[in-house]
């Protein structure tokens, strides 16, 4: 079904049905799919400035209102992942259906539910008592894929047309069993490679005539996942190394391949970075491949690195907000992946909240439509709080 939205600007913006359009378009990353042209038209017809900041494919919405300091912003995406097994849905993935309760479909609550209540709160906010301010939306269609020309790109042409922000939610779904739970003011690093081991090829009855990058494999494994990282901090929980698959292509008993790869995965806390994890994983995979005659090679795939926004004004005013409507006292969070809000973190505090993430990435995901209107006027309090 098209996205097809198109209410007068003078009405109140339903974020349950907005949420529904959105997922109506399937914007599996890198595909735009109509959802930021149904932004840019909503937001556009509230007066909000919009401008197209695609870069290198991708697809990206900046939107502002306002000419002056202090300027409050929000953060999302609407780009989704791929729909997996079709036939296990019980729906249409894209069909947006409302039903028991939910919207039901990719996306709902990774993180369209998001977007779609910060775009109406901002929208109500601005036509209803317009601030002494400015409010400035960026929404990336590249979160959900390696994020280099999504939210950066937008903040590389923020910085180049002058434009800033003071503060900024993100309306990633944080809170992990009921709404109010959790806010994150943080997320763990993430380093994600492969190390490639090779030897030489042979017969498993003749060990003088091969090397083995598997018994090196086996040495370095034992080392990188057996040193304990740290114990955590105050506010993050221990890093971990993880291994996520070993493949050497090889089928026969008795043949000894000459080749052999690990990928990896580490989530660390603010005592490490990509760079020093790098440098570890590195020295380690030359002591083992030099000490059993092979080479390795490690191939850095992604990392992104941690943050965390002290616990000051910005989260005092979300956690009062969040409260005051949801009538739960949420926890400062820094569990769960990465997202955009790392990005932002250079720029301003930062910090993330949104409905519930049971469903993320899954089959039938979707998203209670009392915790998308709740979450509407949570983003609306902190508006009025927020330019008093």
Not at 234 to 254: H, Q, W
Not at 289 to 316: C, M
């Amino acid at each position: 079904m098209a996205c097809t939205m198109s209410p007068s600007p003078l009405e109140a913006i339903d974020p349950v049905e907005l949420t529904a359009e959105l997922v109506r378009c399937p914007s599996v990353t890198p595909r735009e799919a109509g959802a930021l042209q149904l932004l840019e038209r909503l937001l556009g017809q509230a007066g909000f400035r919009c401008q197209r900041v695609d870069r290198n494919g991708i697809p990206n919405l900046f939107a502002r209102w306002g000419g002056r300091s202090p300027v409050f912003g929000f953060n999302g995406h609407t780009d989704v992942v791929p729909v997996g097994d079709v036939e296990g849905w019980s729906c249409d993935p894209f069909g947006g259906e409302l039903r028991d309760g939910f919207v039901w479909g990719r996306g709902a609550s990774d993180m369209k539910s998001g977007v779609a209540a910060f775009a109406a709160a901002a929208i109500d906010f601005v036509q209803r008592s317009p601030p002494d301010g400015s409010i400035i939306l960026a929404i990336t269609g590249d979160e959900e894929a390696v994020a280099a020309d999504g939210t950066t790109a937008i903040l590389d042409w923020m910085e180049l047309n002058g434009h800033h922000m003071d503060a900024c939610i993100v309306g990633e779904p944080s809170c992990p069993d009921f709404m109010g739970e959790a806010i994150k003011v943080g997320r763990r690093g993430s380093l994600s490679g492969c190390i490639e081991l090779t030897g030489v090829q042979g017969h498993s009855a003749y060990p003088n005539r091969f090397r083995n990058p598997l018994t090196a494999l086996a040495h370095l494994s034992h080392a990188l996942v057996t040193r304990t990282l740290d114990e955590g901090t105050e506010e993050f929980s221990p890093s971990n190394f993880e291994i996520s698959s070993i493949d050497t292509g090889n089928n026969a008993t008795n043949v000894i391949p000459a080749h052999a790869v690990m990928s990896f995965n580490v989530r660390f806390n603010e005592l490490h970075s990509v760079a020093s994890l790098s440098r570890w994983i590195e020295s380690e995979a030359r002591k083992h491949s030099d000490g059993h005659g092979i080479s390795a090679s490690v191939k850095q795939l992604y990392g992104a690195e941690s943050f965390i926004t002290k616990h000051g004004p910005l989260a005092e005013m979300v956690a009062k907000a969040v409260e005051a409507e949801t009538g739960v006292k949420p926890q400062y969070s820094t569990a769960g992946g990465t997202s955009d809000a790392r990005f932002v973190a250079k720029l301003c505090p930062v910090v993330e909240f949104g409905v519930t993430s049971g469903t993320i990435h899954q089959v039938d995901e979707r998203a209670s439509i009392d915790e998308i209107v709740t979450l509407k006027r949570v983003y609306g309090r902190c508006l009025l709080e927020y330019f008093g």
